[in-house]
């Protein structure tokens, strides 16, 4: 094999390739995505050259890729996306607050959005709620009575 051919069979391509989805994650962060994409694209270049057939190629790229990324998804931390506010935060309800369609409260001068983090607790209007949380614009509320029994 010379080296022109070398330069353009599917081993220096596929080579190229994993080195430029592996150096794309500096750029453009996507979770590790790209770099185990190109982790298998390097994979399977060291394969091209006992597979010929560029399909299978692919078919085995895919394979290693979708296995790469599945396992490193169990490596990532889960992430918790809610705000944690403090321990005085207290707020009062101006309705009710029922599992699963939440209610209004009133928390540092504003009416917010509240839901309540247990599913069989109900929260009369007028009580006060301690926020342990914030979801986007809904604040996460606990009932004051909940918490002193």
Do not use: H
């Not at 390739?17 to 994979?43: D, H, K, N």
């Not at 935060?89 to 309540?116: D, F, M, N």
């Amino acid at each position: 094999m010379t080296i022109a051919n070398f330069l353009f069979s599917p081993t220096m391509w596929w080579l190229v390739i994993g080195f430029l989805l592996c150096c794309s994650e500096v750029f453009i962060p996507t979770a590790f995505t790209s770099f185990v994409m190109g982790a298998s694209a390097i994979i399977v270049a060291a394969i091209s050259l006992i597979v010929p057939q560029l399909s299978l190629q692919i078919a085995i790229w895919m394979v290693i890729s979708l296995s790469f990324v599945l396992m490193s998804r169990t490596l990532l931390p889960k992430t918790k996306r809610t705000a944690y506010l403090g321990d005085d935060s207290t707020a009062e309800t101006l309705t009710s607050i029922v599992p699963g369609k939440g209610g209004r409260v009133l928390y540092e001068g504003g009416s917010w959005q509240a839901k309540t983090e247990y599913e069989q607790e109900i929260i009369p209007k007028g009580e006060t709620v301690y926020v342990i949380g914030k979801k986007g614009t809904t604040l996460i509320v606990l009932s004051q009575k909940l918490l002193d029994s």
